[in-house]
């Protein structure tokens, strides 16, 4: 009797044991399932980020060499702001961003002839990312705010593109239109895909 209720707790125990490995196993799929579905869009969202931020670096070059239109240019600084990844954010808001900084003012003071004017808006965006608050440049900038504001600016400027090359067809036939449309385009990937990511 004694040896056949050992045999019935040996037994007992087994399938407990086996019933919480199971219970485990599920929660670590579960967890496993869920880090990979955050860290994909997470991953997706830095990378859009970063893909936006070149674009927008982009457009502001053919801004300055062949792109002469009347549109707000100006606001690609916000969105640089708003959509630069973390990293390469805090890089610039450390000790770098604070020397390129000091060194922007003081030639843009001392020495204004020797400052160029393609420099004006890439001095601007340092200026911003060294001096902006906690406020604006942790909170808004990794939550809904900053994706509205990128999604804002990237609508105006597609936009105003479609108006300046004279119609959608226009700004994707013309010589310089093609180039700048995908420019564009490109800014409106980042913050739709962080949206979801917010959102979903």
Request: net charge positive; aromatic share 12%.
């Amino acid at each position: 009797m004694w040896k056949g209720s050992m045999a019935f707790q040996d037994e007992a125990a087994a399938k407990l044991l086996s019933s919480d490995l199971m219970e485990l196993s599920l929660a670590a799929h579960k967890l496993a399932d869920h880090a990979i579905k955050l860290g994909g869009l997470g991953f997706g969202a830095s990378f859009f980020g970063l893909i936006a931020a070149i674009a927008a670096i982009y457009l502001l070059i053919l801004d300055r060499t062949n792109w002469k239109t009347n549109i707000l240019t100006a606001l690609l600084i916000p969105y640089i702001f708003f959509s630069l990844p973390s990293i390469i954010f805090g890089v610039f808001r450390g000790e770098i961003g604070k020397w390129i900084a000091i060194i922007a003012v003081v030639l843009r003071l001392f020495l204004p002839k020797h400052f160029p004017d393609w420099l004006e808006l890439p001095a601007a965006l340092i200026l911003l990312i060294v001096v902006a608050p906690s406020l604006i440049a942790s909170t808004f900038r990794n939550n809904i705010v900053g994706v509205v504001v990128c999604l804002i600016i990237a609508c105006y400027l597609l936009q105003e593109h479609i108006r300046a090359s004279g119609g959608f067809r226009n700004s994707f036939t013309k010589a310089h239109g093609i180039s700048n449309s995908v420019g564009i385009i490109l800014l409106l990937v980042y913050p739709i895909w962080a949206l979801v990511v917010i959102l979903f």
